[in-house]
């Protein structure tokens, strides 16, 4: 399965924007770029995907490099509520079970007030 | 939006004993549905993948007559933890992919404790 690289933990300040990195230099052609974030507790949310483009939906943008091999999930104004572990994880193209999800370890994200 | 439940949200069970946690999709058919474990500080780990009307296909290492699976219908799969023992207990997570869209969408969780 092609990997995913992100940091550990990253820290951020409420209502500032929020850049998590995402590396995945062995991307293929036809592989989905998603983002999930997962709060204590409960199962994971999803929270943006995208193919070549950038994307923006109402909780995020998503930049994604021009080769692929790396993206960005922005969160514009980081609240407490968005406290949680973000998991970019690639979706494989490949056929029957193209919806499987194979999660990394994630980013631990803490949000100070 | 979409929503999947699971039942029960939190279980205590003996040693030796069987568990069934429920999986449904409440607004959308899922022709396929899949099951993940997560222990405690660690990610998720995918179990199995559930499909209406045929038998579920297993990840590498996951015991398959442990881990009962049975997708009855195209809203509704089941996992039985068949004679539980304490290191079965775990944060159990289904979800379904609705696929128009190309999103998944998680269950809430269950938390199994085996004694």
């Not at chain 1, 199962?43 to 998503?62: C, D, F, K, Q, W």
């Not at chain 1, 922005?74 to 973000?86: F, G, N, P």
């Not at chain 2, 045929?54 to 219908?73: C, R």
Request: aromatic content about 8%; some cysteine.
């Amino acid at each position: 399965d092609a990997k995913t690289t992100q940091p550990n933990s990253m820290e951020s300040n409420e209502e500032e924007p929020v850049h998590l990195p995402c590396n995945h230099s062995t991307i293929s052609g036809t592989d989905y770029i998603h983002w999930y974030r997962q709060l204590p507790s409960q199962g994971p949310e999803y929270v943006i995907h995208g193919l070549t483009s950038n994307v923006n939906n109402r909780m995020a943008s998503l930049a994604i490099a021009e080769d692929r091999k790396s993206s960005t999930l922005i969160l514009h104004r980081a609240t407490l509520r968005d406290a949680a572990v973000y998991y970019c994880i690639l979706q494989i193209n490949s056929g029957g079970s193209n919806y499987k999800l194979t999660f990394g370890k994630g980013t631990l994200l803490t949000v100070n007030p | 939006g979409a929503v999947v439940s699971q039942h029960p949200s939190r279980v205590i069970c003996k040693s030796g004993t069987s568990v069934k946690i429920e999986c449904r999709s409440l607004d959308f058919q899922a022709t396929t549905m899949f099951w993940y474990r997560q222990f405690p500080k660690q990610s998720l780990m995918l179990m199995a993948t559930s499909n209406e009307g045929s038998k579920a296909t297993y990840e590498q290492g996951v015991e398959k007559d442990k881990f009962l699976i049975n997708h009855a219908s195209l809203t509704l799969s089941t996992l039985t933890v068949t004679s539980a023992h304490p290191e079965d207990s775990s944060f159990y997570i289904c979800s379904a992919p609705r696929r128009v869209y190309n999103e998944q969408f998680f269950g809430p969780g269950t938390r199994l404790t085996v004694l």
